[in-house]
């Protein structure tokens, strides 16, 4: 009976000292950390740069002879951050990655190298928490803000849906989510993804990827 009790103390010891190493090393970090959303670097384009670009197009225009008074706009629509499960490890040295590209990566490339008119950000809905969906509001705000009316780049708020079934019937695949608006009180208060196998394995991780994923 002693034997039996003392098993079981120390099952129940072990267990409290489990708990508390769990709880000590994610108050001290020790599991990692999530990077954040960035500082967004640059600034917003020079008038003289985008009056030089919309130029550019009416001489193509004109020299196409296209009579359309209709405008071409150059964006994209699926621009993922490291706060995507797949776009994190892909960006890992390990895997040949370049390194983290947090949201404000994203505002600069989209502003500076593409060189495009408007674009979306779409990290996984099923691999969101409270703070990245925060921190993806702020960052587009900011990102949108950046333009002072110049409309330089429009920045559009929006995550990506991700729904797996093996039943073809049942199986929806990808579908990118954009707002019009990017106001606190207009847009959804949090990401909303799907269920079934897509959370558990963004969240969670395949058994060989489970190291290799960002702290939330």
């Known amino acids: 009976m002693r034997d039996m009790k003392n098993f079981f103390t120390s099952i129940l010891l072990l267990l409290i000292f489990s708990v508390a190493i769990f709880f000590g090393g994610a108050v001290l970090k020790l599991f990692g950390t999530l990077d954040g959303p960035g500082v ?7 008038q003289k740069a985008v009056k030089d670009r ?25 621009v993922h951050t ?45 691999a969101s ?4 969906w925060l921190d993806t509001k702020q960052s587009i705000q900011q990102c949108n ?29 990808h579908k990118n989510v954009i707002f019009l608006e990017t106001d606190e009180s207009l847009v959804p208060p949090r990401a ?17 990827t489970m190291s290799a994923l960002p702290a939330t």
């Not at 130029?55 to 008074?69: A, G, Q, S, T």
């Not at 895997?95 to 996984?124: E, Q, V």
């Not at 909303?192 to 060989?208: D, E, N």
């Open 40 to 46: 967004i670097e640059g600034k917003v384009l020079p």
């Open 54 to 78: 919309a130029v550019r197009i009416n001489v193509v225009k004109e020299e196409l002879e296209v009579l359309d008074e209709k405008q071409i706009l150059f964006g994209d629509l699926h």
């Open 82 to 126: 490291t706060y995507s499960t797949d776009a994190f490890m892909w960006s890992l040295p390990f895997m040949n990655g370049k390194g983290a590209s947090p949201l404000a990566d994203a505002c600069d490339y989209a502003r500076f190298c593409s060189a495009l008119d408007f674009w979306s950000i779409n990290d996984h809905a099923e």
């Open 129 to 132: 928490t409270p703070r990245k």
């Open 145 to 173: 803000n950046l333009s002072e009316g110049t409309d330089d780049l429009v920045s559009f708020l929006g995550w990506e849906w991700t729904q797996v079934d093996p039943n073809p019937e049942n199986h929806y695949g």
């Open 192 to 208: 909303i993804g799907s269920g079934g196998v897509a959370p558990l394995v963004m969240r969670l991780g395949l058994p060989w």
